[in-house]
């Protein structure tokens, strides 16, 4: 075989004997090396943080693998000038972005699933949710392994992979000599300053707000309107589009506009409280109290319908794929006597023996994990058996949606809820509801949504190596030892971001209960804990996990601390669907996040398990859902916007603003948008404001004193500090700079060597 270190010339798309990919097959240079392992590997754990910290922030991800594969061309490329290294080869490059990718998957579902156990009575134990992330990528690489013969070869030209096509464009442009990281640098850049400044320092309120009615009572009760001016969001915004993004505004604007105000006015002269508040009248809430009381319900109800619509519209393009896969699986292992040394470079997959002996060990793993609530009993081995049939199912379907409608379309959370629908459904029918039953429905769906997830970013990855010429083996060892080390940080976040917004109150809403613990000792959901919560409080605790199934009457679901004679003195808020929107009893604010999504599992395990649910909301916002199918309109993204905060709705819409005004300048293909100059800096932005939130939040460690001198809006004159206008002129600059770019004016990359 010839040897060299890059192909002389980009070969055409088709040779004699069919597909000729960029680097040929007789070609052999360095790719599944050390340096492209350990650099993609720590651009997987950044994008992954930053991805769970988006997740948790709005329900959403976007792909990581095209800046990975432009911070990789731009890393290896600056490391070869200063050090005199010999240049990385497009292979090399590719090993990153495919080692760089599996982050993304895995913090969409461990986002998604594992923080509804707070909301469930349990505790993320880290075990817990690093187990769940590890077990559920390799389970999606292992079960993909076999079907890339049938969807990435036999189906070039009919699966397009609009991701993954268009990652090979950008590694066979900075091959060429094309020049695109400057952009994705100068968004990351200008959005980790705009996010410390205002999410860190307080150097300005980012989320101004505005009420909607007069101090004399004129115009529409309990609304407002505002926006969570943030770059992150707005290059989300950018990046789903116009269309997505609008549907979403739509969505909030029912919510906090229609919804709310209508609540707040047939209300007026209520005299009693009305379910499932039992202990304050709506009359006396603000906004924030009637949207997380009664207006979330509906849009919990609206995104599980969005979900299972999304999933039975997609069913008979699943069948057929189902169809189509087996069938071509079938085709492509009918010559499968190839030995090791007949089998050309790339077409070499890791034995198929690999994904069988993979998949039943990591059954046996989570079995014997104590913290995943299996355990080898009888509903122990349901679960395995629900794993892997869904696991299996749910790759395949998601690995061929992908390649048809790409992985932004990909209705992964209507999976899940799927899953979790008929595993609660599996678990009621046999008999086993306890609350290791809620653990155990859990994981089962954390694992499934992972597996689907990476199962989806595996064939993409393949896709882009079979583009460049890679060699399949190295690609998928390379993403297991991303999906492993992500997950191993991953979890470790998801904890950390839920510990630092954390508030441990006096005063929550509606007030501590009042009655006492008759026996401490005898609740075995106790367990003795030290103070320090209130900054001053050194006494010694009791922790007390009350969910639904717990029915101690007049105790909100939650968790507590109380003393030794069975006082209620804390309520534990997380900051992961708190109850106190981020503010502590001394008024200092704190991070919470939303989790559109982990609300939505949280409510279908307790309507199976429990039937102690407000139907009437939930069955309303189901029906808002239909109502928007019947009329032709998506309503998964119409119920994400009726769940999320308006003021999170805003910043998207505008990032979709400014993306429909370049696109009807620009006009880019399919594949060309992918990869051009607005995308890359809203990844950019997207890394920069996710990444700086994060070392934001990290600030809650600080010592006292520290943390106080972070906070410079103490400093700053109140007319500042109330003024919505720092956040909006700042917002108004990110968003011109992201058209100007966007529209070739600014940041215009260069032309491959040997064009004009």
């Not at 809430?285 to 979330?296: A, G, S, T």
């Amino acid at each position: 075989m010839a040897k060299t270190t890059a192909p002389a010339a980009r070969p055409a798309k088709q040779a004699a004997g069919g597909f000729q990919p960029y680097v040929a097959d007789d070609v052999e240079m360095p790719e599944l090396t050390w340096p492209a392992v350990l650099i993609g590997v720590v651009l997987g754990i950044v994008f992954g943080a930053s991805s769970l910290y988006l997740v948790l922030k709005v329900g959403l991800t976007v792909s990581a693998s095209i800046p990975v594969a432009v911070l990789s061309i731009t890393l290896f490329r600056g490391l070869s000038r200063a050090f005199g290294l010999r240049p990385a080869t497009i292979l090399e490059n590719n090993i990153v972005q495919t080692t760089g990718s599996a982050g993304e998957s895995v913090a969409f579902g461990v986002g998604v699933t594992m923080p509804a156990l707070l909301l469930l009575g349990h505790d993320m134990d880290v075990v817990r949710v690093m187990t769940v992330g590890a077990l559920g990528g390799l389970l999606g690489i292992l079960m993909m392994i076999p079907l890339r013969r049938a969807f990435i070869v036999k189906q070039h030209g009919k699966l397009t992979y609009p991701e993954g096509t268009a990652c090979a464009e950008v590694l066979i442009a900075g091959e060429e000599g094309g020049q695109c990281a400057t952009t994705v640098f100068v968004g990351f850049g200008l959005a980790f300053l705009s996010k410390i400044a205002s999410g860190a320092l307080h150097l300005w309120n980012e989320t101004p707000v505005a009420k909607l009615i007069t101090s004399s009572g004129r115009g529409l009760p309990a609304a407002q309107i505002g926006g969570e001016l943030v770059p992150e969001l707005l290059g989300v915004g950018y990046i789903i589009g116009p269309k997505i993004s609008s549907i979403m505004l739509a969505g909030g604007i029912l919510s906090a506009l229609v919804l709310t105000p209508l609540i707040a006015i047939f209300s007026a002269n209520q005299s009693a409280p009305i379910e499932p508040v039992g202990d304050m009248l709506i009359r006396n809430m603000e906004p924030k109290d009637i949207r997380l009381n009664y207006v979330l319900y509906i849009g919990a109800g609206a995104v599980t319908a969005g979900g299972i619509i999304s999933l039975l519209q997609a069913l008979p393009l699943i069948i057929g794929s189902l169809r189509s896969g087996w069938s071509d699986l079938a085709k492509s292992r009918a010559g499968g006597d190839e030995t090791a040394t007949t089998v050309p470079r790339t077409a070499r997959d890791l034995p198929v023996w690999v994904p069988i002996v993979g998949s039943l060990a990591l059954v046996i793993a989570m079995l014997a994990v104590p913290q995943l609530g299996l355990g080898f009993h009888w509903f122990g081995l349901l679960g395995a058996g629900l794993i892997i049939g869904f696991g299996f199912l749910f790759v395949a379907v998601s690995s061929r949606l992908t390649g048809e409608i790409g992985s932004s379309s990909n209705p992964i959370s209507g999976m899940t809820v799927a899953t979790l629908l008929f595993t609660c459904l599996a678990f009621v029918l046999v008999s086993h509801n306890s609350k290791l039953a809620v653990l155990s429905a859990v994981t089962i769906a954390g694992v499934v949504c992972v597996a689907a997830s990476n199962g989806g970013t595996t064939a993409q990855d393949l896709k882009t190596g079979f583009l460049v010429g890679a060699t399949p083996i190295r690609q998928q060892i390379a993403i297991v030892v991303g999906a492993l080390t992500s997950a191993l940080v991953i979890g470790s976040t998801l904890l950390l971001l839920n510990q630092a917004g954390t508030i441990f109150s006096r005063n929550p809403p509606g007030g501590l209960p009042r009655q006492t613990v008759p026996d401490v000792r005898q609740l075995m959901t106790m367990e003795h804990v030290g103070g320090q919560y209130a900054a001053t409080d050194q006494n010694m605790y009791h922790v007390l996990n009350v969910s639904r199934r717990d029915r101690l009457a007049g105790v909100l679901p939650g968790k507590y601390l109380i003393d030794d004679a069975g006082q209620f003195r804390y309520y534990v808020d997380p900051a992961i669907n708190g109850r106190m929107f981020g503010k502590q009893d001394d008024g200092r604010m704190v991070p919470q996040f939303t989790a559109p999504k982990t609300q939505l599992m949280a409510l279908i395990i307790d309507g199976i398990f429990n039937g102690e649910l407000p139907w009437g909301l939930v069955l309303i916002g189901a029906l808002i859902a239909l109502v928007l199918e019947l009329s032709g309109v998506s309503s998964l993204p119409f119920a994400v916007g009726v769940y999320l905060p308006i003021t999170a709705s805003v910043p998207i819409f505008l990032g979709g603003a400014v993306r429909w005004a370049v696109d009807r300048r620009a006009k880019h293909s399919a594949a060309e948008s992918e990869s051009s100059p607005g995308i890359l800096l809203s990844s950019g932005y997207i890394a920069g404001g996710t990444i700086a939130g994060v070392l934001g939040v990290m600030l809650a460690f600080l010592p006292q004193d520290w943390f106080d001198a972070t906070q410079l809006n103490q400093h700053l004159p109140a007319k500042w500090n109330a003024s919505p206008w720092p956040a909006v002129v700042a917002f108004s600059v990110l968003m011109l700079l992201l058209l100007l770019v966007g529209a070739g004016k600014m940041l215009r990359a260069s032309p491959p060597k040997g064009e004009p």
